[in-house]
């Protein structure tokens, strides 16, 4: 069964700082790995996701992740915080291929990220 | 529509009652499926349709719990008899094949809240 664990659920960084977001992974394969924002009374938005190819992807926003097999994470990072990125951030799974659960994503139980002036 | 949509947007209902929440997802999409949210919580999943066969429902809590999607378009949710417990928002998704289908558009949810 694949999981997924966001280190932190809150975290606050001042505007113009460096964000990052953890998140490590647990799957027998690598996984298609997804980072999701959520915004209050709003529905969940994609801001980028890993499938194949290149390691590094770059998201909406100035977000970026770096796929990391070795240490099964997938940490999100932007390198200058804004007012507008304080929102709740979730890392999720998905089997690459095969067996009835195939559409699924698992997701992390997210982290709140705080942005102050 | 241009995105997915959820209906009613908040619902709540006394201990006892049946509920049925509908998800109306992107024109053409060809899966869809259900999460359920508790607060603090990352979405879980509940169940998923490729038209309107149900792929897998391994997610559903128990057999109160059912969903339908009978002409491979809107789906509906149905929880019988509703406990405190199933107090949660309620997420539905859709996703399209083209491009491999990695993307799952999210609705608003419906929050659903029991008496």
């Known amino acids: 069964a694949q999981s997924v664990t966001q280190l932190g659920s809150h975290v606050s960084v001042s505007e113009g700082a460096l964000v990052l977001l953890r998140c490590n992974y647990s799957s027998s394969v690598p996984p298609y790995l997804f980072w999701y924002v959520q915004y209050p009374n709003q529905g969940l938005q994609l801001l980028l996701k890993?499938?194949?190819?290149?390691?590094l992807v770059k998201g909406i926003n100035g977000f970026e992740a770096e796929f990391k097999k070795s240490e099964t994470s997938f940490h999100l990072t932007k390198p200058s915080a804004h007012m507008s990125d304080a929102a709740e951030y979730f890392c999720?799974?998905?089997?690459?291929?095969?067996?009835?659960?195939?559409?699924?994503?698992?997701f992390g139980q997210g982290t709140i990220l705080t942005v102050h002036p | 529509g241009a995105g997915v949509s959820q209906s009613p947007r908040y619902k709540v209902t006394k201990r006892g009652q049946d509920v049925a929440l509908r998800c109306d997802p992107i024109?053409?999409?060809?899966?869809l499926y259900w999460y359920r949210q508790a607060l603090g919580q990352g979405p879980e999943f509940l169940t998923y349709?490729?038209?309107?066969?149900?792929?897998?429902k391994s997610g559903l809590p128990n057999d109160r719990f059912s969903a339908e999607r009978p002409e491979g378009s809107i789906s509906t949710l149905t929880i019988q008899r509703t406990e405190q417990r199933d107090s949660a928002m309620y997420r539905c998704?859709?996703?399209?094949?083209?491009?491999?289908?990695?993307?799952?558009?999210f609705g608003p949810g419906t929050r659903l809240t029991v008496t």
């Open positions: 024109s053409g999409h060809v899966s």
């Open positions: 890993y499938t194949t190819g290149a390691t």
């Open positions: 999720a799974v998905r089997k690459t291929a095969g067996g009835t659960s195939y559409g699924k994503l698992t």
């Open positions: 349709f490729n038209y309107e066969a149900q792929q897998d």
């Open positions: 998704a859709s996703s399209s094949p083209r491009a491999g289908g990695y993307e799952q558009y």
